[in-house]
């Protein structure tokens, strides 16, 4: 079974660019959650999502950042007008549909560094 | 503020040491999941634990689940170098939702 997949694993981006970043969750789970981590520090909730529904975005930033799944293909993260306090690795997890307790298995994650 | 307290921060020990991780929250977790992450690479599920007072054992490593479901340790034995990790707890409030990490314990085990 493959497991969670995110491309690409390493973007760079100048300052002002978009930067789009994939997750395909793993066969069977239709959860999807966005976290983020900087150096020295745990991962950050971002966002949570299912099939066409953004469940809690509570973690987003206000401006810049969006989130989708659509019924067909990965889920996107777009930041858009990047800016270098975005650089940080951005993982996505996913998780089954009815699960009995929360466990959620993560990417490999993409690397994002704004010059 | 950080839910989940995680000490220490860092340890770095001597092969066949034994080493204790805790993770400590002011808050009621419905579960506790402990990861490990490798540099460069995403967080690796090691354990979920859901009942209070559970513990739970994988190999040499063992994982508790305190009684009031508000903490957490992670126990290792004779630790090996393989062991060498990020080790990161994360709380979950409900069955679906977000998890609340700690920031983590750097472990180094040196041969």
């Known amino acids: 079974n493959a497991g969670v997949m995110q491309n690409p694993r390493h973007l760079v981006r100048r300052r002002g660019q978009e930067a789009r970043l994939r997750c395909s969750p793993m066969?069977?789970?239709?959860?999807v959650y966005w976290y983020r981590q900087l150096p020295e520090e745990g991962l950050k909730f971002m966002v949570y999502l299912q099939k066409e529904n953004i469940i809690d975005e509570s973690g987003m930033p206000k401006e810049r950042f969006s989130a989708e799944f659509p019924k067909e293909g990965p889920s996107i993260l777009r930041i858009q007008q990047v800016v270098r306090g975005d650089s940080a690795a951005y993982f996505c997890a996913s998780s089954p549909r009815s699960p009995g307790i929360n466990e959620q298995f993560f990417g490999p994650g993409t690397r994002l560094t704004v010059l | 503020t950080q839910l989940l307290e995680q000490s220490p921060q860092f340890l770095s020990i001597q092969e066949g040491e034994n080493l204790t991780v805790y993770c400590n929250s002011s808050?009621?977790?419905?579960?506790l999941q402990w990861y490990r992450q490798e540099p460069g690479e995403g967080p690796v599920l090691l354990v979920t634990v859901v009942t209070g007072g559970e513990v739970k054992k994988l190999k040499r490593l063992t994982f508790q689940f305190g009684d009031a479901r508000k903490d957490s340790s992670l126990h290792i034995t004779a630790a090996q170098p393989g062991d060498t990790g990020l080790y990161l707890c994360a709380g979950a409030r409900s069955t679906l939702g977000r998890l609340y990490f700690g920031r983590g314990t750097q472990l180094t085990v040196w041969p």
């Open positions: 808050s009621v977790f419905s579960s």
């Open positions: 066969k069977g789970h239709s959860h």
